[in-house]
RNA sequence: CGGGGCGUAGCUCAGAUGGUUUAGAGCGCAUGCCUUGGGAGCAUGAGGUCCCCGGUUCAAGUCCGGGCGCCCCGACCA
């Protein structure tokens, strides 16, 4: 490709409103522009990268057995219905009515699409195995569009559906896109970790989120160290200290804690430890207020805890919600005397001896609390949140924490959209079953974002070979010098014949302007053409990465070229 | 939806207490000359509904009211 002939638009400045350093340096060295908040276009050059990508999945899913469909983007509100996620989705789903007054939803992801798809089509068991995919464009109304391509509102997703007659098929399929994923990642020079996740509203039954590791990310991941166990914070599992003391029951008593509410508070106003106290928080759960108890030092994970109840909605109450519930302030609430209430205790609480907790009343705790005696528990649950310095599950290790960007995700989905839509085939027998679901989502252009946000350095964008808008350039130093110019066009030329991605810089600019330029799209290797060196028949190729330069004899230009190309590639299969 | 910041040329920004009538700079863009080993130099030129609507005033980019948009933090989110 000549640069002269093609849309380069780079920017010296930093955009104003790019905060990412893969926002910033996508908009400058002009990969993507934006048309609205959450929306954003590709110019050519961020084209070629994308394609690179697409390509890399699609050759990766075609390879794991996976076929490629494509159904509409434009889906009706009546599988949506079926599904039971017409109402699941809220208002994240962009609902379009059409001329007849009919609902179209633009596909925030596809399943109930795929599952109509499978309904229409496949009748045998014998046609099971099999799964299909599709790298298209997904909407999604986010509430807060933030860093650039990295949550947008239009996007593209390669999402894949697998159908399986039983359980057991479901892990095979499952763990073959999971290899095909790990593939992806590591051809796009990605370190993407498959992490324990939730399952959130797509239902199933596991699920694990691939992460590359970034202060950028938006997700909070537990690790150990020792055993290499990750989880998303949603979903982690710990082992924490365990209340122990064998104390004799003490009755319970009413204390005067005059503007004493914080855990923090009535852990210096008892002297004691916050293991002690039985924290009791009401919650709103689809409206309806449930009390939960947990012990004072520890969280409740309000994504277990809705996926415990099966909730859609789940929020903190009010304070007004909490007087009425508990007939005190906020700060005094506890579990004793509550009534006509739901209440789900943490198991944290249940060695709890001689507790504190609040009494219900104004400025007054309960203290000599005992579990059983004082009142009593029906549903006991896990709903406390793992963190960073609890001991992991597997091996006792302390866990630790860091911050992930989640690029892609998978699942076992199970029957959910099969029995809800009705799918079914008939088995060997002739009975009629329901296929098993697994789903499997990699957001391109969050990879393409995460790509840039761990390699770039103070000039610009450092591509992965695999990916780049161009494997190299040719950089003549003057665009005057005939010599220079032939020698460059030739060299441009016999390695677009090798089919090698090269593009030439023949733009009228100083070398500074192509250099930097260079630099900034991050274009794996530059193969400069200069005079003092051509006098003595050499070229020079300087690497991106870390700039380190060779010389190379005009004769063996070519040859040395493509294998520096070559060899770059195998880093990264 | 709560909190904060911002909105002037294609980009990044300057324009105090309203007041040189033609609103500026750097970069970019166009033309010419000159130059070419890391964003060169000189000259000339094009380019603006100062986010929008309303108000105050002899006079508004500047003050007041309302709205819209963008970014960040939080809440939220396959």
New binding site residues.
């Given amino acids: 490709m000549r640069f002269s002939k093609f849309l380069i638009y780079?920017?010296?400045?930093?955009?104003?409103?790019?905060?990412?350093i893969s926002?910033k340096l996508m908009i400058r060295a002009g990969l993507i522009y934006?048309e609205?908040?959450?929306l954003y276009g590709y110019l050519p050059l961020g084209l070629r990268v994308y394609n690179k990508v697409v390509s890399i999945v699609r050759e990766e899913m075609n390879k794991a057995g996976a076929i490629e469909a494509l159904p509409t983007i434009l889906t009706p509100a009546s599988i949506w219905k079926e599904s039971g996620r017409l109402d699941v989705m809220g208002k994240?789903m962009i609902r379009i009515k059409d001329r007849r007054d009919g609902l179209l939803v633009l596909g925030?992801?596809h399943e109930e699409a795929f599952t109509d798809m499978v309904r229409r089509t496949i009748n045998s068991y014998k046609q099971l195995p099999i799964t299909l995919y599709q790298i298209a464009k997904?909407f999604?109304d986010?509430?807060?569009?933030?860093?650039g391509v990295m949550?947008c509102r239009e996007f593209t997703?390669k999402?894949a559906y697998s159908f399986d007659i039983d359980e057991k098929g479901l892990d095979e399929s499952y763990l073959k896109m999971r290899q095909a994923y790990i593939n992806v990642f590591k051809r796009v020079g990605l370190n993407a970790l498959p992490v324990e996740a939730?399952?959130?509203?797509?239902g199933g039954t596991r699920s694990e989120e691939f992460m590359v590791l970034s202060s950028l990310g938006?997700a909070l991941i537990l690790y150990c160290p020792k055993c290499n166990y990750y989880a998303n914070i949603e979903r982690a599992e710990s082992i924490i200290q365990e209340n122990t003391e064998e104390e004799e029951e003490k009755p319970l008593q009413e204390v005067d804690t005059p503007n004493v509410y914080t855990i923090e508070d009535l852990t210096k106003f008892f002297n004691t430890s916050p293991k002690k106290f039985i924290k009791t928080l009401v919650y709103l759960a689809d409206n309806t207020p449930i009390v939960v108890l947990i012990r004072g030092d520890l969280d409740v994970n309000?994504t277990k805890l809705k996926n415990y109840l099966g909730c859609i909605e789940l929020?903190l109450a009010s304070n007004e919600i909490i007087e009425k519930v508990t007939n005190a302030p906020l700060g005094f609430a506890g579990p004793i005397g509550l009534s006509n209430v739901r209440i789900i205790a943490d198991n944290s609480i249940k060695n709890i001896k001689n507790g504190i907790t609040g009494a219900n009343k104004k400025d007054k705790h309960l203290v000599g609390v005992n579990i059983g005696r004082d009142f009593v528990v029906e549903e006991f649950a896990e709903i406390r949140s793992a963190k960073a310095g609890d001991k992991c599950k597997i091996c006792g290790e302390t866990l630790k924490e860091t911050k992930g960007i989640e690029v892609g995700?998978i699942f076992k989905l199970g029957y959910k959209y099969t029995k809800s839509m009705n799918v079914t085939v008939l088995d060997k027998d002739g009975k009629r079953i329901h296929p098993i679901m697994g789903c499997y989502?990699i957001?391109i252009d969050r990879t393409i974002a995460a790509i840039i946000e761990v390699n770039n350095d103070e000039?610009g964008i450092v591509w992965p070979i695999t990916v780049a808008p161009f494997e190299a350039i040719v950089i003549p130093?003057?665009?005057?010098d005939p010599k220079l110019i032939d020698i460059s066009e030739e060299i441009y030329n016999s390695l677009i014949k090798e089919r090698i991605d090269i593009a030439i810089d023949d733009r009228?600019?100083?070398?500074?302007?192509k250099?930097?330029?260079?630099?900034?799209i991050g274009i794996p290797f530059?193969i400069?053409v200069?005079?003092?060196?051509l006098d003595e028949g050499k070229i020079?190729v300087?690497r991106r990465d870390n700039?380190e330069?060779v010389t190379i004899p005009l004769p063996e230009a070519k040859k040395k070229i493509i294998e520096l190309i070559l060899e770059e590639y195998k880093k990264y299969s």
């Avoid at 200069?530 to 060196?533: A, R």
Wanted: hydrophobic share 20%; net charge negative; proline share 4%.
């Fill in positions: 780079t920017l010296r400045e930093d955009p104003k409103d790019a905060e990412s926002h934006k609205e908040s959450g994240e925030p992801t997904k999604r986010e509430i807060r569009p933030r860093f949550r997703m999402d939730d399952v959130g509203s797509m938006e309000e929020e995700h989502g957001g000039n130093i003057s665009t005057k009228e600019e100083s070398v500074g302007v250099f930097n330029d260079a630099d900034l530059k400069i200069g005079k003092k060196l020079e300087k700039g330069t």
